[in-house]
């Protein structure tokens, strides 16, 4: 669903990303992990144009979606979960789920039954401004807005940052019901081993901005992964 290939990026003068080359497909949880610093957040920039890669290639669905700006990728199908979640504060959690009408045709203007279904903390709060939140109930809010889209691809930044625990438990279950679905490829960036090792099918671990180790869960063992992400 998903693939990039020799992506580069850069800050000013200096490069961050070196030649990614990833593929996520649809059903499965890819999980992108190394230590901090080593571009995983820009992978996600560049992925979802809200920085613009130096070079390189980036596919979605088989186009070739290299160079679109950040609202035309979101149309063609890439839900951002960004870290810090960027929800609105002074809109309610109604207005911020229904910013995600503006990649939808006007027929399809409603929040649907499954998103209370999955996260039954937002029916209740509907009117709640965004700002008063806690972290994990704007955590929440933030994965629903990208999920109204209706992502073929959904990356997650650090989606259990500061969170507490019983949200990270639902976070994982709303991972799972979502690849299951099999509609959509996710990516997720998170440094909760446990977390990410339970939801991966493919890891892809960074390295100064490059990879260095790639596989399947169950042909990686845990161990080495777990060795390539230590500092």
């Known amino acids: ?3 990039t290939e020799n992506l580069t990026l850069h800050y000013g003068g200096s490069q961050i990303l070196h030649g990614l080359s990833i593929e996520a497909k649809v059903g499965e949880v890819t999980v992108i992990t190394g230590t ?8 996600f920039k560049a992925v979802s144009g809200t920085h613009p890669a130096s070079s390189g290639k980036v596919w979605l669905d088989g186009k070739d979606v290299s160079g679109q700006p950040s609202h035309q990728l979101a149309h063609g199908g890439i839900g951002y979960v960004p870290q810090g979640r960027m ?3 002074l809109l309610t959690v109604r207005e911020n789920l229904e910013t995600a009408y503006a990649c939808l045709p006007r027929s399809e203007h ?16 509907l009117h709640r401004r965004g700002g008063d939140l806690s972290g994990g109930q704007q955590q929440q809010l933030a994965i629903a807005r ?18 507490q625990p019983n949200i990270i438990q639902q976070i994982g279950r709303v ?13 997720l960036v998170e440094q909760y081993f446990e977390f990410a090792y339970a939801l991966a099918d493919t890891f892809y671990v960074l390295t100064r901005g490059a990879v260095s180790l790639e ?10 992964v777990m060795a390539s992400v230590s500092v």
Not at 36 to 43: C, I, R
Not at 151 to 158: A, G, N, S, Y
Not at 175 to 187: K, T
């Open 87 to 89: 929800i609105f504060p």
């Open 146 to 163: 990208a999920m109204m889209t209706k992502p073929k691809v959904l990356l997650l930044d650090e989606p259990t940052e500061g969170i």
């Open 36 to 43: 901090n610093g080593v571009g995983k957040t820009s992978f």
């Open 1 to 3: 669903m998903l693939k």
């Open 110 to 125: 409603h929040i649907p039954a499954e998103v209370f279904e999955l996260f039954p903390i937002l029916k209740e709060f």
């Open 175 to 187: 991972i799972e019901y979502l690849r299951d679905q099999g509609n959509m490829a996710i990516i």
């Open 215 to 224: 596989g399947r869960k169950g042909v990686l063992t845990k161990e080495e």
